[in-house]
């Protein structure tokens, strides 16, 4: 089997991650590759390191090569401007509703436009966290793909 296209495979994970933004009643359409910013409410995606391949535990070892997952972090993030209960309460209900969205498209699609043969897409962690010096809720995932082969001398 060939290894799997990723950089094809995050084309579609975008406009999958595109499509839940725009499916709020307030649409998040800063959607990137990326690193979290400094600005309005956002999607991110990013390389998150190498994992064990999905579903293979550690039989990741074959006849002459390694099998290597690729994990990804998917983040959405919400300014804290303040902490009124109406604030406070509007964004949990976006998370709740985004996290439902990424996770009806991601596992809707689980071969990413047939780029990837499996994936594995970890429950949604909320968290508060500063991004220079401003307060942020964010709402992260871990998206662990299909392997990737790497020889081994022999």
């Known amino acids: 089997m060939a290894n799997p296209d990723i950089p094809a ?8 991650l595109v499509a839940a933004g725009a499916a709020l009643t307030d649409d998040i359409l800063d959607v990137d590759r990326g690193l979290l910013a400094t600005r309005g409410r956002q999607i991110r995606y990013y390389w998150g390191g190498e994992v064990e391949p999905v579903r293979m535990g550690p039989a990741h070892r074959v006849l002459n090569g ?14 804290l401007t303040d902490l009124t209960e109406a ?13 439902g969205e990424v996770r ?18 970890q429950y949604a962690e909320p968290d508060l966290i500063v ?3 401003a307060r942020h809720v964010v709402l992260r ?13 022999q």
């Open 9 to 16: 495979a995050l084309v579609v994970l975008q406009a999958h």
């Open 87 to 99: 604030n406070v309460t509007a964004i949990d209900v976006e998370m709740q509703l985004l996290a």
């Open 66 to 79: 390694e099998l290597v997952g690729q994990r990804f972090i998917i983040a959405a993030a919400w300014p």
């Open 104 to 121: 009806t498209r991601i596992q809707g699609d689980s071969t990413l436009g047939g780029n990837v043969t499996d994936l594995d897409l």
């Open 131 to 133: 991004i220079a010096g």
């Open 141 to 153: 995932w871990d998206l662990d793909l299909a392997y990737i082969e790497y020889a081994v001398a």
